[in-house]
């Protein structure tokens, strides 16, 4: 699920069944469904998860299948909706922007400081945060905090890695500077939370 109206309408409609509420959201998206959450985030290295994406949708569309990684991620209206800082976009976009843009689609113009900072105040407060690498600590504060009972780990849309140029991930870098920031932020946030929980746990 994408769009932020399709998630209101689903929610309004069942709203007294819901436990959990997942998707590509940005974070400030609970705000616009008018009930408290507890917010639950992974996130993944900008270049690997760019690169996933593209493969992704090089896999599901015979079309794209034969065309290089590189002149997918040139296409405009993949790199501004679903690429360029998009880890920054999702944890900045306010619900006013998110509405005018319908969510995970929405155009953000410059990717300010200011921008920045407010992508890092919001990811500060998820209350639980995972990094993809540690994907298993993430699953278990999730036990911990919730006695989820969750199973084996299962992977959806998960493709084989390829070799790309290293040029190609400096451009992607290059092009990604505030999610690059971001993500060092939140892996020294996941670093501190950790600490904090051995020496309390």
Sequence with gaps: ??????????????????????????????????????????????VERTLSSLRHHQRRTPEDRERPLEELYDDPIRFHGLIHNNLVKMFSLSPDEMLAGDGLMTHVEDFTPARLQRAKDQLAQVDVLGIDLRFDDFVDQLRARFGWRLGPPTHANR???????????????????????????????????STRTDRTG
């Design 1 to 46: 699920m994408l769009l932020l109206s399709h998630l209101r309408e689903r929610y309004r409609l069942r709203r007294e069944r819901i436990r959990v509420v997942t998707g590509h959201f940005p974070i400030r998206a609970r705000e616009l469904l008018g009930d408290e959450f507890t917010t639950l985030s992974v996130v993944r290295d900008p």
């Design 159 to 193: 493709t084989e890695p390829i070799d790309v140029a290293r040029s190609f991930r400096t451009r992607i870098a290059k092009d990604n500077a505030a999610d690059v920031e971001l993500f060092a932020f939140a892996c020294e946030l996941d670093a501190t939370r």
